[in-house]
């Protein structure tokens, strides 16, 4: 669920499909097909009816631009443009749909961070005003590169600063969580190792199958516990733990026996 500060993209990506779909797939008669296909479709199959009918009305929508039906480019006048007549033209508006879509993605993004509070990752995250520079100063530099043969000063400073902002945070935010778990992982693998190999039997086709990996800290801390028990048990050399007291610490520990 999306917090209701927040502003949901479920629209924005919804429309953006079906419109880029329409514009790959763009043609009257085979978009006929996909928007009548869905009404055949037995059982749960129709659940995807509304998203089949509206890629094949988009497809119909641009094959009426583009002057297409059944793959012949002919039979009636494009609205607007046949794509073969100038492919240069259907590039351009393909890269300008992609930065477009990539910005309003990452402005979005930011915020959504401002109204969570997130301030440095709505600041210096890659999806966040430092990644937007960055995106930004690379379609500049490109563009510049394309027109002037070189790149300027101020774009190479920005790209630079940018960067450097945006791997600095990635490293600080991943670093950050390695040190505080680390000890902790390694008890963990400790406290499992020494369960395994102290706590091997159990009666008659007991044994432990391992049904979960995510047991956590106060899981664990029954394994100490299954040791001290363990040792009070016992009647003899070698006597196996009682079964009860291993089903009971099996459970605890999300293990099945048996």
């Known amino acids: 669920m999306v917090p209701d500060s927040e502003i949901d993209p479920t629209w924005f990506f919804a429309i953006s499909f079906i419109t880029m779909f329409g514009m ?145 945070y990635k490293w600080k935010e991943q670093d950050a969580p390695r040190r505080k778990t680390a000890g902790s992982d390694y008890r963990r693998l400790r406290d499992l190792h020494e369960l395994y190999f102290q706590y091997p039997f159990l009666p008659a086709g007991g044994g432990f199958r391992p049904e979960s990996c995510g047991a956590g800290h106060r899981r664990i801390r029954t394994c100490r516990h299954a040791r001290r028990d363990r040792a009070l048990d016992h009647r003899g050399a070698g006597e196996p733990v009682h079964f009860s007291a291993g089903r009971r610490y099996c459970s605890d520990l999300g293990i099945a026996s048996g």
């Open 24 to 168: 790959m797939f763009c043609d009257v008669g085979h978009g006929a097909v996909i928007f009548l296909t869905p009404w055949l479709m037995p059982g749960k199959l129709r659940m995807i009816r509304p998203v089949m009918m509206a890629a094949g009305l988009s497809s119909m929508l641009f094959g009426i631009l583009y002057g297409s039906i059944f793959g012949y480019e002919h039979l009636f006048p494009a609205v607007w443009i046949a794509p073969l007549s100038d492919p240069v033209l259907m590039l351009k508006v393909a890269f300008f749909w992609g930065v477009g879509f990539i910005l309003v993605a990452s402005m979005l993004t930011i915020r959504n961070n401002l109204v969570e509070n997130h301030f440095s990752r709505a600041l210096f995250d890659s999806q966040g005003v430092a990644g937007l520079l960055l995106y930004l100063s690379i379609l500049s530099g490109g563009w510049q590169w394309l027109e002037q043969g070189s790149v300027g000063i101020l774009n190479q400073a920005l790209f630079l600063g940018s960067l450097a902002v945006v791997l600095g």
